[in-house]
């Protein structure tokens, strides 16, 4: 009687090892495109939202941007009322600042030397190294409103508070050399509008405009027939 003889079965583990390799490797490479891919779509998505909340010229806060700001400081006082009804919340105080003669600058320096003053002032509304500004846990938000008028939400401080901010800010603005500015100051009312705030403070800005320039006058020194 023949008997076959069995062949020896190959060793099938090496082959598995290497095919498992190559599956983990592809998966690996899976994974890491889909990072990089996320990073991607984060950073994109991070430019996009700095584009939509900063303004393209003087990279302050868009007008849209201080009304998200000032919804959440109206938040804040909610929150602040709620917990601690017997103490009056924690004032904040805005500053609207307007460039002193700017058409005149544009007209007889050109629009690009126009666009250099307003970036210039921008970086000295904005500047955190401003001994009357308070720490990052009470960050204060500048903005341009329109045309060379920029907003300065200064949390935390009262509008006599607020008027030393703005008046670092006028020195500096002074002593850079190429133009001044005006300023109207007021204590924020947060039952109010922003708008509404703003045209308390464009009241006081008015009054500075037109009593000599290059000075700040807070709301709650206008004359009773001014401040209405």
Partial sequence: MHIMSKEKSPNILPIAITV??????????????SSVVRKDLEARLTEATELATRDSLTNLYTRRALEERYQE??????????TDAENQPTKSSLVLLDVDHFKRVNDTLGHD??????RNVANILRNEDLPTRLSPEDPDYA?????????????????????K??????????????V??????????LSQSLENNIAMADQ?????????????????????????
């Fill in 143 to 163: 903005g341009r409103w329109g045309g060379e008028e920029m907003v300065l939400l200064v949390t935390n401080k009262t509008e006599e508070d607020a008027v």
């Fill in 204 to 228: 006081a800005l008015y009054f500075a405009k037109h009593n000599g320039r290059n000075q700040i006058i807070p709301y709650s020194s206008l004359p009773p027939t001014s401040a209405t």
């Fill in 180 to 189: 001044t500015a005006s300023m109207g100051v007021v204590e924020l009312d």
């Fill in 113 to 118: 030397m126009g666009d250099e003053v307003l």
């Fill in 20 to 33: 498992l390799g190559g599956v983990a490797t592809h998966f690996a490479l899976k994974l890491q495109k």
């Fill in 165 to 178: 901010v703005a008046e670092d800010v006028r020195q500096r603005i002074e002593s850079a050399g190429q």
């Fill in 73 to 82: 400081l109206q938040s804040a006082e909610k929150r602040q009322r709620a």
